[in-house]
């Protein structure tokens, strides 16, 4: 039934958008959760989204009939099935008839072989989730029938979780994430001024011990949240001093807690 229904949809969406707009359907995508139809066109607007959904669910209230007949090859090829899509493709030779038509009552006609229900209002709901650009089309993501359902007490119980988390109600969320992002990004910089800090005076103190004659210098931290970062602004700072006549060796360590991994850095 789940099959069914996202394949009326699939149909149902497919007609609409070409007798609004003339874009046909490319092909379309039956997922696990979600489906999409891929429209041959570079661009579909938010606007037009929003007007397809609303044609579609006018459809699912108006519980139009739908079902199959059944024509000869040669009536489907020469377009003699009232109401036939004018996109149907001729069927090739190899295919000797009868051949099953599916008709949704005034929206459309097209050949199908596959399972459908039998009136519009069976598909109770389409929610249209967003339009996704590729080149030359655009890919109309959606969701129909108990799939709407599930996908709104997914979205519910994903939002009480956050908003636990987060500590605030759920219409907050969106203010409590970008000031949480915004935390971070201020706690990233801050990072990154002391991580060259510590730099400096490393580097200070590994000169100074190379200025003694030490051909071989090491540095090991236990944890850094950037260890290439890390090693490149210590490599930059010691680098006249690697690079000198005789110059040292260095050797820097960053161990990972937990397992005992980690990454090093040898220069010179």
Known sequence: ????????????????????????TLSW?????????????????SQQLDELEKMSN????????????????????????????KS?????????????????DGIDTNTCCGTHVQSTAHLHCIKL???????????????AADRVLAALAASFEREQKLASMLSVGAVDLVPAVETLSLKHKNADKSLKAITLELVELLGANLRATAATGARMLTVHRDLCDSAPDFFKALGSAM??????DKGAM???TVGVDGDG???FLLAG
């Not at 789940?2 to 874009?23: E, F, M, Y």
């Not at 149907?88 to 949704?104: H, M, Y």
């Not at 989730?129 to 969701?143: A, D, I, P, T």
């Not at 680098?239 to 000198?244: E, G, I, M, V």
């Open 29 to 45: 995508n039956l997922g696990e959760s979600t489906s999409f139809l891929e429209l041959g066109t570079p661009d579909f607007t």
């Open 250 to 252: 260095l050797l820097v």
């Open 88 to 104: 149907a493709k001729a069927l090739p030779e190899s295919v000797t008839g009868p051949v099953r038509v599916i008709t949704f």
């Open 1 to 24: 039934w789940d099959l069914c229904t996202q394949h009326s949809t699939q149909h149902l969406v497919t007609a609409l958008t070409s007798a609004k707009w003339g874009i046909e």
């Open 129 to 143: 989730l967003r339009v996704e650009k590729s080149k030359g089309s655009c890919k109309v993501h959606f969701v």
């Open 58 to 85: 006018d459809a699912i209230r108006a519980a139009k009939k739908v079902g199959p007949t059944w024509h000869s090859v040669a009536d489907v090829n020469t377009g003699n099935v009232p109401g036939l899509r």
């Open 239 to 244: 680098d006249s001093t690697l690079t000198a």
């Open 261 to 263: 991994a980690g990454s």
